[in-house]
């Protein structure tokens, strides 16, 4: 008996060092390294910002693919985003969660966690907003386009409670963007960053330096922030 409170004791003393302690440094450590990169690309690439843009979406196999499937002149902004759900969408995932299915996502710059199955953006053009849903390969499994014009009620906010028990949203990493169209009403969760993981090739994932991974977030997620900063907030 000794021995398993002794072990629960140690098992514990672990669980809270590492999150307490150990798990802070890291993440200080990564977002010390995403800053000073952030940093430099804003230095490299000053004044030349329309040229490397052209180029990534030319040479970056998730960019491409989303500037494809767009098909638009002009891309304002990409970040990524949680997957759009209904209550039954909730229903059904909870029930894979429960059957002990974690998803996890490893990028090259830091660990994500959600239960995203898949591959999920929001992006931006001067005249729509596209949600974007792909597979790990790279096949476009749904494709929704928003005339901004027609977006009613554009909000964006903090993730409420409510939102993260009906919905499954994430209230600690995401934020809701929310408008009604053509009478339906419309929420989606979106990160922070731009993370590229959608890939055609046979690699599961795309490999992306510090370097790349910053220029693209300067370049792509950094204009879709402003976007939502600027649409009426509703914390």
Do not use: W
Not at 12 to 17: A, D, E, K, M, T
Not at 51 to 58: A, G, H, R, S, T
Not at 89 to 117: M, P, S, W
Request: glycine share 6%.
């Amino acid at each position: 008996m000794m021995t398993i409170v002794l072990v629960l004791i140690v098992c514990v003393g672990g669980f809270y060092v590492y999150n307490k302690i150990i798990l802070p440094k890291m993440s200080g450590k990564v977002e010390e390294k995403q800053k000073a990169a952030s940093e430099n690309a804003i230095s490299q690439i000053s004044g030349h910002e329309d040229e490397v843009k052209e180029q990534y979406l030319k040479t970056n196999n998730t960019v491409n693919l989303i500037a494809s499937q767009m098909n638009e002149d002009t891309i304002e902004g990409i970040i990524s985003c949680m997957e759009r759900r209904n209550l039954k969408d909730v229903t059904r995932q909870a029930l894979k969660n429960v059957a002990g299915k974690a998803v996890g996502q490893i990028t090259g710059i830091g660990f994500k966690q959600t239960d995203n199955e898949e591959d999920y953006y929001l992006a931006l053009s001067p005249d729509n907003l596209h949600y974007l849903h792909f597979s790990n390969e790279g096949e476009c499994r749904e494709h929704l386009i928003f005339d901004r014009n027609r977006m009613e009620y554009l909000e964006t906010g903090k993730v409420t409670s409510a939102e993260a028990t009906t919905l499954a949203a994430d209230m600690f990493e995401t934020k809701r963007l929310s408008f009604t169209y053509d009478g339906e009403e419309y929420k989606f969760f979106y990160f922070a960053k731009f993370y590229c993981l959608t890939t055609d090739d046979d690699d599961d994932e795309e490999e992306i330096s510090d370097k790349e991974f910053a220029e693209l977030n300067l370049l792509f997620a950094e204009p879709f922030l402003k976007f939502a900063a600027s649409v009426n907030r509703n914390s």
